[in-house]
């Protein structure tokens, strides 16, 4: 099994090991850059920006861990979910479109708590409360 982590179950993990089972299964794991830089953001909203930074490096340079960068790929994948986001008038902040093209691409499930993602059934979504 491949896993996409959105930031929010990046974050639920570290605080409180939700997903660990998952997690614990899954073969590969895509970090998208898009998460990474939206918790990057957060680490240096926060008082504790290196020890953060150190435990998502450590995380990243985990064998079944990789970051998913965003190329031609997933930027046609990106303009496809925006254009039917648009025509059924169910918008989401484009940071979540990104990370569910990267999940798309990967042909993975997206472990998120993010409801919006259910505007896109296209995409295999595992919700933190499943």
């Not at 484009?94 to 993975?108: K, M, Q, V």
Request: net charge negative; charged share 20%.
């Amino acid at each position: 099994m491949t896993v996409t982590l959105d930031t929010n179950a990046y974050s639920d993990w570290r605080k409180t090991a939700a997903w660990h089972e998952i997690l614990a299964l899954a073969e590969k794991i895509y970090v998208p850059s898009i998460v990474i830089g939206e918790l990057d953001f957060g680490f240096r909203n926060g008082s504790r920006y290196q020890v953060n930074w150190r435990k998502l490096e450590d995380f990243l340079g985990q064998a079944q861990v990789e970051e998913w960068s965003v190329g031609s790929r997933e930027a046609r994948i990106y303009g496809g979910l925006v254009q039917d986001l648009k025509q059924r008038g169910a918008p989401i902040p484009s940071n979540d479109i990104w990370i569910a093209a990267c999940s798309e691409a990967a042909g993975s499930l997206l472990l998120t708590s993010d409801a919006h993602f259910k505007c896109l059934p296209q995409l295999r979504v595992v919700w933190q409360h499943e």
